[in-house]
């Protein structure tokens, strides 16, 4: 009998749809703790490493018989060869895998890490610190883009957050170890511990970080690797993330290559230890930056980077100050508000980039790193031409630049909506 005439249903029931499990990490999953602390150890590795010698530029002056503006190239050089060869590193990641390259960086960085207290004069300095630079190159790209690949949307903040906060231990630790190592058996002793710290950090980072589930190789072509910069660089918000993350760098690369100067000088006359000290400011940004993610859920992205340079401008304000602890007050304010600017914009870039993060990452990080060697070379120069008025005025205008791209993109983003509803 016909199902028509017994009254049967011709539709078959279909079997019931299988959920999709996102198997990336999440807060509380398996391995996103191991991973967490495998990137926060790598973060700070690479701050400890690159800035070794930031704190401790008074005494390098001094053995040398430079200038604070010539001194400043052993940070400059470092930042600078990173700049130089992230793009590579982060092209060498698509091919052979983001945990690959980021072991093989560390691992370069502190062999020379182990290197640099032995160099005999401050061209040989400099040169150690661009290579140290050059192999760190592989560690921010990558961590990102490994992050953007294995950790789910929701949780991408907080992650990149983590990683940044690994960044600002990292600054704050190497800088303040060194201060108290050098006042007692100086600098050269004092970036011996560092290298060390940093072979213990790099074992531990290649011991945990979990193995990547998600990373698909792409290609080496010189072709490709240019058609997927050209790509990002021509999409506009990628762009004013890049000059938002220089500028900041700017400010801040100033502001901590030349601070050691200023509190050596009356009326401060600080002794090194405690200027090394001074960075345990750091914390702060350990805070701002693991915290991005809250800022922007209730700001948004672009009103949370109108919060970071206000806060950024007003500690340049207040440490023109003659006060220590009103100086103080102001290197917190702007260790908060750039750490914070620097975890919004570095994951817009990660969640901007739909194909290719590694190179939107390392273009990000280049820009960033441009801006610190921009900001330590010419921070150093206005402090000798100018004082710290000098440096400040530098930070100051780098801040009005991160604030007129901001309120260009908010414009931009209003005209695109209105188009999009005229449209509809």
């Known amino acids: 009998m016909s199902p028509a005439s017994t009254g049967a249903s011709t539709i078959v029931d279909a079997a019931p749809a299988v959920p999709v499990v996102d198997s990336r990490m999440a807060p509380g999953g398996p391995g996103y703790r191991r991973m967490s602390f495998a990137l926060f150890l790598a973060g700070v590795a690479t701050f400890a490493l690159l800035y070794s010698t930031q704190a401790l530029l008074p005494l390098i002056s001094g053995e ?33 895998g983001r945990r690959t390259v980021m072991t093989a960086s560390l691992a370069v960085a502190v062999i020379v890490g182990l290197l640099v207290p032995l160099a005999p004069d401050l061209t040989a300095l400099v040169v150690l610190r661009a290579v140290q630079g050059a192999a760190l190159a592989g560690l921010p790209a990558s961590a990102t883009a490994y992050l953007a690949e294995e950790v789910r949307p929701k949780a991408l903040v907080t992650a990149i957050g983590l990683f940044v906060a690994g960044n600002s231990v990292g600054g704050m630790s190497g800088r303040v170890i060194t201060g108290w190592v050098a006042q007692e058996w100086g600098w050269r002793i004092a970036l011996g511990v560092i290298g060390v710290i940093a072979v213990a950090c790099a074992v531990a980072f290649r011991l945990l970080l979990p193995a990547p589930r998600h990373f698909k190789p792409g290609s080496l072509r010189p072709r490709v690797l240019a058609r997927t910069v050209r790509d990002h660089l021509g999409n506009p918000l ?3 993330l890049y000059a938002i993350g220089a500028l900041f760098m700017t400010v801040f690369g100033g502001v901590y290559t030349v601070i050691g100067y200023r509190l050596t ?7 090194q230890g405690i ?33 970071a340079g206000a806060t950024t401008a007003a500690g340049l304000l207040l440490s023109l100050a003659g006060s220590l602890p009103l100086v103080l007050l ?9 750490f914070a600017g620097h975890a919004v914009a570095s994951s817009a870039v990660s969640k901007t980039a739909t194909q290719g993060r590694a190179q939107a990452s ?7 790193y441009i801006g610190s060697s921009a900001g330590s070379t010419v921070g150093a120069v206005a402090f000798h031409a100018g004082g710290w008025a000098g440096t400040v005025g530098v930070g100051l205008l780098a801040v009005l630049g991160v604030v007129t791209i901001t309120v260009f993109g908010t414009r931009a983003a209003r005209v695109a909506r209105r188009e999009l509803a005229t449209a509809a």
């Not at 700001?299 to 980077?305: I, M, P, S, V």
């Not at 102001?330 to 750039?338: A, E, M, N, R, S």
Request: charged share 10%; with cysteine.
């Open 330 to 338: 102001g290197l917190v304010l702007i260790t908060g508000g750039f």
């Open 265 to 271: 000088e009356a009326p401060f006359s600080l002794p």
């Open 238 to 240: 990628l762009c004013r």
């Open 362 to 368: 390392a273009l990000y990080q280049s820009a960033y």
């Open 64 to 96: 040398f018989g430079v200038a604070a503006s010539e001194a400043s190239w052993t940070v400059a050089a470092a930042t600078g060869g990173l700049a130089l060869f992230v793009l590579p590193m982060s092209a060498l990641s698509e091919r052979f």
């Open 275 to 307: 200027i090394g000290s001074i960075f345990l400011v750091y914390l702060v940004g350990t805070v701002s930056a693991s915290t991005a993610g809250r800022l922007v859920g209730r700001l948004g992205r672009r009103g949370a980077l109108y919060a």
